[in-house]
């Protein structure tokens, strides 16, 4: 039987469970995921998110997150917490069929789409040799697909016309030892102006993201390795008005810097036919921090059943508009990041998050089904000289 407990939150009519205590004093996992190209208004930008993954740092001992958590264009952050995992294999991973093993350096290759201009490959080029002679990251090779990828933005199906010609290019560079794959596709031009507009002004869906997403599932999910995308786009103009969370992305030539510093440290994934090495990462997630109205990813379903404290936060509000109501529960809802911490913090110290608020509910009384012949309150009456299973089983 999983006890659970019962909180009382600020909002006398609103209650919220808090799963089952740790059953280990292993090292602290929690996963932070934020869908991208749903519109959310924390992570719905380039690295706006990693204010909180950077906080959960102080909380988790690991914190498993994805590139749209840890991408900010120029913009990124190492931590030895941090294990950054494409979002295929982070679904894979909390589903318990995948694992992954922390490395200190992976082997980068660096995938250009045919399609991309002259000009504009050369500034990706330069990047990965910025990348190298400043960082000391090992970019090891890149290589050109043999046909443009043909990348399409729509709000739904996005994606690459041309997968064979991706794949082919990121086989040739598994081929030649490179254990990482960073990708660099052409993306059109002829994106809706008024969709641009209200993005950059700090309100609107990044429909990159989405297609960016696809392109990085298909080489995780075919060659199991990990994989990043960044966008190639000409320059857009100056803008005065342009929004706090949209000037990461328009401060260079290239989003590609924050995709190679994140995957030259991102970790190993493994499918189980390896031989387990200490500090590997199985089953290891004892939280899952996710927007409240995007609870229908494959990692919460995989996980709301489970022993991991699954926490939706109200706050990051979406365009996925799947609740944890519809999943019949195995979710908590919290109002904003700051408060999902601090459940964390308890969820790790073992301290049960009901003695954090003023009142504190009494401990629950699980009364025994009453029978014939017993008493109203099912307690069982005992001749002299007899002890009844109840008496017996407490002491």
Same mark, same amino acid.
């Given at each position: 039987?999983? &006890? =659970? +407990?019962?909180?009382?939150? *600020?909002?006398?009519?609103?209650?919220?469970?808090?799963?089952?205590?740790?059953?280990?004093?292993?090292?602290?996992?929690?996963?932070?995921?934020? $869908?991208?190209?749903?519109?959310?208004?924390?992570?719905?930008?380039?690295?706006?998110?990693?204010?909180?993954?950077?906080?959960?740092?102080?909380?988790?001992?690991?914190?498993?997150?994805?590139? #749209?958590?840890? #991408?900010?264009? =120029?913009? /990124?952050?190492?931590?030895?917490?941090? =294990? /950054?995992?494409?979002?295929?294999?982070?679904?894979?991973?909390?589903?318990?069929?995948?694992?992954?093993?922390?490395?200190?350096?992976?082997?980068?290759?660096?995938?250009?789409?045919?399609?991309?201009?002259?000009?504009?490959?050369?500034? @990706?080029?330069?990047?990965?040799?910025?990348?190298?002679?400043?960082?000391?990251?090992?970019?090891?090779?890149?290589?050109?697909?043999?046909?443009?990828?043909?990348?399409?933005?729509?709000?739904? $199906?996005?994606?690459?016309?041309? $997968?064979?010609?991706?794949?082919?290019?990121?086989?040739?560079? =598994?081929?030649?030892?490179?254990?990482?794959?960073?990708?660099?596709?052409?993306?059109?031009?002829?994106?809706?102006?008024?969709?641009?507009?209200?993005? %950059?002004?700090?309100?609107?869906?990044?429909?990159?993201?989405?297609?960016?997403?696809?392109?990085? @599932?298909?080489?995780?999910?075919?060659?199991?390795?990990?994989?990043? *995308?960044?966008?190639?786009?000409?320059?857009?103009?100056?803008?005065?008005?342009?929004?706090?969370?949209? +000037?990461?992305?328009?401060?260079?030539?290239?989003?590609?810097? +924050?995709?190679?510093? #994140?995957?030259?440290?991102?970790?190993?994934?493994?499918?189980?036919?390896?031989?387990?090495?200490?500090?590997?990462? %199985?089953?290891?997630?004892?939280?899952?921090?996710?927007?409240?109205?995007?609870?229908?990813?494959?990692?919460?379903?995989?996980?709301?059943?489970?022993?991991?404290?699954?926490?939706?936060?109200?706050? !990051?509000?979406?365009?996925?508009?799947?609740?944890?109501?519809?999943?019949?529960?195995?979710?908590?809802?919290?109002?904003?990041?700051?408060?999902?911490?601090?459940? &964390?913090?308890? *969820?790790?110290?073992?301290? #049960?998050?009901? +003695?954090?608020?003023?009142?504190?509910?009494?401990?629950?009384? &699980?009364?025994?089904?009453?029978?014939?012949?017993?008493?109203?309150?099912?307690?069982?009456?005992?001749?002299?000289?007899? %002890?009844?299973?109840?008496?017996?089983?407490? !002491?």
């Amino acid at each position: 039987m999983v &006890l =659970q +407990c019962v909180i009382a939150l *600020h909002a006398p009519t609103r209650t919220y469970e808090c799963a089952a205590a740790r059953g280990s004093r292993r090292p602290y996992t929690a996963g932070l995921i934020v $869908p991208t190209g749903v519109g959310a208004a924390i992570g719905g930008y380039a690295g706006d998110a990693m204010p909180v993954a950077r906080a959960l740092t102080a909380v988790a001992d690991t914190v498993v997150t994805h590139p #749209n958590v840890l #991408n900010g264009a =120029q913009m /990124y952050w190492s931590h030895d917490a941090f =294990q /950054y995992v494409e979002g295929f294999a982070l679904d894979e991973f909390a589903a318990g069929r995948w694992g992954l093993r922390p490395a200190s350096a992976q082997k980068v290759g660096l995938l250009l789409d045919a399609a991309i201009e002259p000009e504009l490959r050369l500034r @990706h080029l330069q990047a990965a040799d910025a990348a190298r002679a400043t960082l000391g990251l090992c970019v090891a090779a890149h290589a050109t697909t043999d046909a443009p990828l043909g990348v399409e933005l729509q709000m739904s $199906p996005s994606g690459a016309s041309r $997968p064979d010609a991706l794949l082919a290019a990121a086989r040739r560079l =598994q081929a030649a030892g490179c254990t990482a794959i960073a990708v660099v596709a052409r993306f059109p031009d002829d994106e809706d102006e008024e969709m641009l507009a209200a993005y %950059r002004a700090g309100d609107g869906v990044d429909a990159i993201g989405g297609a960016e997403a696809i392109i990085s @599932h298909l080489i995780t999910k075919e060659l199991r390795l990990p994989c990043a *995308h960044a966008p190639a786009l000409p320059a857009l103009g100056l803008e005065p008005g342009l929004a706090p969370r949209a +000037c990461a992305e328009e401060l260079g030539h290239t989003f590609l810097p +924050c995709v190679l510093a #994140n995957l030259a440290r991102a970790p190993s994934l493994l499918d189980g036919s390896e031989r387990p090495l200490p500090g590997d990462l %199985r089953d290891s997630l004892d939280a899952l921090v996710v927007p409240a109205d995007a609870c229908g990813g494959a990692a919460v379903l995989a996980l709301a059943a489970s022993d991991t404290l699954v926490v939706g936060v109200e706050e !990051n509000t979406c365009a996925m508009a799947v609740s944890p109501e519809r999943l019949g529960g195995g979710v908590v809802r919290v109002r904003s990041y700051m408060e999902a911490i601090g459940l &964390l913090a308890a *969820h790790k110290a073992g301290v #049960n998050p009901a +003695c954090l608020t003023p009142t504190v509910a009494p401990i629950a009384d &699980l009364e025994v089904p009453a029978e014939p012949g017993h008493g109203r309150s099912g307690r069982v009456s005992e001749e002299p000289g007899e %002890r009844s299973e109840l008496g017996a089983a407490a !002491n």
